[in-house]
């Protein structure tokens, strides 16, 4: 059902997954939790009803029950000097006093999703996350990919095994794969002046060159963003126009940290 290999995780490990179609798109980005006998899947509150019909049409056959614990679950994440005695790889967790402790990577810094009460300490604007997330060069489901993007596309290759059995548009990315051919994929902007999701992106050499999906204003970086952009243009620094007369420079992600 999902790209990445749920049989080789033992409890208290964790993994990145995709949902895809037939031919190879993403229906939802989540991340799977290995319990002693369950899987707990994290995911995006908008793709809960279709994540749970597409496993409940898959699970007519099998001894297992699907459970929405959404409504009675917190969770929270917790980013900067936290828990500084764990030492755990990325989606692995542990287990206190009941609550659930998951290393998670997507704002770049050191980061853990606590399930149950509230930490101690401050909050985080959600202008000052999605900042983070956009430096780290982490698509949000729902704006940098969607049903319209591969994962590998997306940039999300921890998300996807390419030694398991088969899953739901493995051949398709197995395809892409082995070609080593995507038109498009997920790169940094260093931009002239802030511009909006949606933008499009036009070279000498490719008038249609890629679409921003996120964009912000960085502190350290002062205005970029995340960008689809065409396989004949990922060159570092290569030189990009937008409406408006604005320009943008193309960068690999994570971003680096500014030299200026």
């Not at 994540?51 to 980013?79: I, N, P, R, S």
């Not at 940098?144 to 398991?164: C, H, N, Q, W, Y």
């Amino acid at each position: 059902m999902v790209t990445n290999d749920i049989k080789a995780l033992k409890p208290g490990q964790g993994c990145h997954a995709a949902m895809l179609t037939t031919k190879g798109k993403m229906q939802a980005d989540l991340v799977v939790y290995c319990d002693e006998d369950r899987l707990l899947l994290e995911l995006d509150a908008s793709l809960r009803d279709k994540v749970k019909q597409a496993l409940q049409a898959h699970m007519v056959v099998d001894d297992a029950e699907l459970v929405d614990l959404t409504d009675e679950t917190q969770e929270w994440g917790v980013y900067g000097d936290v828990f500084p005695e764990l030492e755990l790889p990325d989606y692995h967790f542990v287990m206190r006093d009941g609550v659930r402790i998951a290393r998670t990577p997507e704002l770049g810094l050191r980061g853990f999703h606590v399930f149950g009460p509230a930490p101690a300490g401050e909050l985080l604007s959600d202008e000052e996350a999605e900042i983070l997330r956009v430096e780290a060069g982490r698509p949000l489901y729902g704006r940098d990919m969607g049903e319209d993007r591969l994962p590998i596309e997306a940039g999300i290759a921890d998300a996807v095994s390419f030694t398991k059995g088969c899953y739901l548009g493995q051949e398709v990315i197995a395809r892409a794969t082995n070609l080593g051919h995507i038109n498009k994929k997920l790169m940094g902007l260093r931009l002239d002046a802030p511009v909006e999701p949606g933008a499009k992106l036009a070279a000498p050499s490719k008038p249609d060159a890629g679409v921003v999906t996120s964009s912000v204003v960085s502190p350290r970086l002062g205005p970029i963003a995340l960008a689809y952009v065409h396989r004949t243009l990922w060159e570092e620094g290569t030189q990009l126009s937008l409406p408006d007369g604005k320009s943008a420079r193309v960068t690999s992600l994570p971003f680096a940290p500014a030299t200026s």
